[in-house]
């Protein structure tokens, strides 16, 4: 394929009245097949690190129609804060904890996946939330808790405080 053919929609995506312009020109069941191409193109080549690619995937998903994929990226989109929302992620998980919307094993599970890819305040504020769970941190979690909270603290800069959970990671018995 030519670089002419492909321009107009790799540059649509920047631009939204060129997008809107030449969505125009293209029939409903042309739209849906590019973008159902160009989506199983860059699902596997492009990692979703950024809200950028998660809102990139998320459009081409809306164009190919494909319902079953909207769901996800959606929910991928709502992880997906700046600093400054930090504390409204943190107590919208306490609150979904409260109200058994989800549970903190799931929180956990998140907080892992994400260790190599989310900045350190995002993680934070996914951990305080971990921490706040109603019945507590779970025993076979108190060590990696500190231990991870430790590492935290550390990529954000905060030596004493990372220092600190990791002695308490160090002497937790449930950690050996």
């Known amino acids: 394929m030519a670089w002419s053919d492909t321009a107009p929609f790799s540059s649509g995506f920047v631009n939204p009245f060129l997008w809107q312009a030449i969505l ?4 409903q069941p042309q739209r849906e097949m590019e973008a ?3 989506f199983m193109f860059l699902q596997t080549r492009l990692p979703v690190r950024s809200r950028g690619v998660a809102r990139l995937l998320l459009n081409l998903v809306e164009h190919a129609r494909m319902h079953e994929r909207h769901e996800g990226y959606l929910a991928e989109l709502a992880w997906w804060i700046e600093v400054e929302e930090a504390e409204g992620l943190t107590a919208s998980l306490i609150e979904q904890l409260e109200a058994g919307e989800i549970d903190a094993e799931l929180i956990w599970r998140v907080l892992e996946a994400a260790e190599n890819y989310w900045p350190p305040y995002r993680r934070m504020a996914v ?5 706040q769970h109603p019945d507590g941190t779970p025993l076979h979690r108190i060590g990696n808790f500190h231990y991870t909270r430790g590492r935290i603290r550390s990529d954000l800069g905060q030596y004493p405080e990372a220092l600190e959970d990791r002695q308490r990671a160090d002497i937790c018995p449930l950690c050996r």
């Open 24 to 27: 125009a020109q293209v029939s």
């Open 36 to 38: 159902e191409k160009r």
């Open 127 to 131: 951990l305080e939330a971990y921490k």
